[in-house]
């Protein structure tokens, strides 16, 4: 087929939205009509699944190639969203594995129900998810005092570093003690006070920055909130942004990581994009991407233990930038700044020492998970089109599917993230956000099944059926979608604290979750399920509405969970 690869991912064809208007994004016309509209020598729109004239008719919208018969023609889907503001300055692309692409698809039919698109909310939140205005002037804030300096970094050894151990806690608290006695020996009789400013050394504001930014981190996990204590010192870690650039060395990496995940849990994933890129690029600047093998046990054991838990702490770092990467590849398809082919692969046993594994069991199976990531990215998401035929693509969804599968067995039984989850209640918050993101990377694998056109994709498994040993399962994929989704929103109804939006789980999951389930409900109205889907519906949205609200949000950016949520009133 030459729309071989049409046939399951969308076409380069963009969708722009301005801020300043409104008016809907010219429609891209259709080099060729359906063969009903030549057949009736009628014009053809470009609406997906079917044209408008088939939708009327309720006939299958099919189009061939009168010089290739033999071949099928896929209408184009939208592959990627650019979004502007009424200037030319702001600009910001997402692409087909995003949630503003997938929407593009639910608004086909909201459309057709007679109620607004959600499509266009998108444009307003750009400047709040892309942009940190930093202040013109540097201000360092004196550390907090030591009793609650050690309930903030308690709650962030708790619950940020068993899923991404950026730093070793041990040497941290020796960072606090030393930066602490430079606080206390800023003012003096003789000089008065002179900022803590003018006693650092250049090498030692990437460590204050990497102390601002689990302060920042433990102080919002402390409350179960965001704090203003945690506003301040991720402002003031973000301030240090060029002396970070500027001493490109591991503290820096780790202090860039810090900042991304207190952006990423302020809503602002698209500025945390920025900070990890920088992470990433002094990573390779390093050669933490290269793992250098810890020798045999030497005479010497302190040296031994000394070299292996360097050597533990830079493959950590790595991995953290490895794992963020491609789950932020996955959430906006933009290009990743870590190829495949220039890294050294994941070997935790030959890394870390059996007592490590054990403590990072939640970070070791994060990467493997975002391991996964990758191959999704780079075979259904990056790939071009022309590279890959439709046994292709069925083939690669298959295998990762199975890989995906096979992670999920891999966990133990206590965290299952399709089960209940019975880990003790420290660990609840891991294993959940373990789970969120593999519902997430289901869906997004499994994506083809919900926006193209259910009879042909069946189809197109049929005709290679005896090709795909994991066929059936292939069949199943909006179905997978769907249960995903339910399983999204109920995990987020149950998070042991009050958030949505944290470091390890974006507001775009469970936002994910509401629109899969919403063109489910669009799609069987008549589904003995509906009222339960509903419901949950309900509370997903106002869930994801009110945690936009607190993150500071556009308005006009969570209408769409009001949208969603009109639609859902119009069916009662």
């Not at 550390?143 to 068993?162: G, M, R």
């Not at 930038?321 to 070997?347: V, W, Y």
Request: hydrophobic share 35%; with cysteine.
């Amino acid at each position: 087929m030459n729309a071989e690869t049409s046939a399951l991912r969308p076409s380069p064809d963009v969708q722009q939205q301005s801020a300043g208007t409104d008016r809907p994004a010219k429609r891209q016309r259709l080099s060729l009509a359906c063969n009903e509209c030549r057949k009736r020598k009628v014009k053809c729109d470009s609406v997906t699944p079917k044209c408008k004239n088939c939708h009327f008719r309720g006939i299958a919208c099919e189009t061939t190639d009168p010089k290739h018969p033999e071949l099928t023609v896929v209408r184009k889907y939208g592959e990627m969203a650019i979004n502007t503001d009424n200037g030319s300055w702001r600009q910001k692309f997402m692409g087909g594995s995003s949630l503003q692409s997938l929407t593009m698809f639910l608004d086909l039919y909201l459309q057709r129900a007679g109620l607004p698109k959600i499509g266009p909310c998108f444009k307003h939140g750009m400047s709040f998810a892309e942009e940190f205005v930093p202040s013109l002037s540097l201000r360092l804030p004196d550390l907090p005092p030591a009793s609650l300096t050690d309930a903030y970094l308690k709650a962030y050894t708790t619950n940020i570093h068993p899923l991404f151990p950026i730093l070793e806690p041990d040497q941290l608290h020796r960072d606090i003690q030393r930066i602490r006695a430079y606080q206390d020996a800023s003012w003096s009789p003789s000089y008065g006070f002179r900022g803590l400013d003018a006693l650092l050394e250049a090498h030692d504001v990437p460590v204050l920055a990497c102390i601002y930014g689990a302060i920042s981190l433990g102080a919002d996990e402390a409350a179960g909130d965001l704090t203003e204590t945690g506003n301040d010192f991720l402002a003031a870690a973000h301030g240090l942004y060029a002396h970070l650039i500027g001493l490109p060395h591991l503290s820096s990496v780790q202090a860039l990581l810090l900042i991304t995940l207190a952006l990423r849990a302020r809503g602002k994933e698209g500025q945390g994009f920025q900070t990890l890129g920088s992470a990433v690029r002094i990573s390779h600047s390093i050669g933490l991407h290269r793992h250098v093998a810890v020798a045999k046990r030497s005479q010497n054991h302190e040296e031994f233990q000394s070299r292996r838990q360097k050597i533990e702490l830079h493959a950590r770092v790595w991995w953290t930038c490895f794992g963020l990467e491609k789950l932020m590849e996955l959430e906006t398809t933009r290009p990743s700044a870590i190829s495949h082919a220039q890294h050294d692969n994941f070997a935790p046993d030959e890394i870390f020492a059996p007592n490590s594994q054990n403590q990072l069991k939640y970070f070791l199976h994060w990467i493997l998970l975002a391991q996964i990531y990758e191959k999704i990215n780079e075979l259904l998401y990056q790939r071009k089109r022309s590279q890959a035929s439709t046994l292709q693509l069925l083939q690669s969804i298959g295998r990762i599917d199975s890989a995906l599968r096979e992670w999920k067995s891999n966990l133990p039984d206590d965290i299952q993230p399709d089960g209940d989850i019975y880990c003790s209640d420290e660990e609840r918050p891991l294993a959940i956000s373990l789970a969120l993101q593999y519902h997430s990377t289901l869906i997004t694998l499994h994506r083809a099944s919900l926006v193209l056109p259910h009879n042909q994709f069946m189809e197109e498994i049929k005709t290679n059926s005896q090709h795909l040993p994991y066929h059936q399962r292939l069949r199943k994929g909006r179905n997978l979608c769907t249960a995903s989704a339910c399983a999204t929103i109920r995990m987020n109804v149950h998070m042991p604290d009050k958030r949505i939006q944290t470091p390890s789980c974006a507001l775009t999951q469970t936002l994910t979750g509401c629109v899969v389930l919403s063109l489910s409900i669009l799609r069987h109205p008549q589904s003995r399920t509906v009222r339960t889907d509903l419901e949950l519906l309900r509370m997903g949205t106002e869930m994801a509405e009110a945690e936009y609200k607190r993150l500071g949000q556009h308005p006009k950016f969570f209408e769409a969970c009001s949208i969603i949520e009109k639609k859902r009133l119009s069916k009662q």
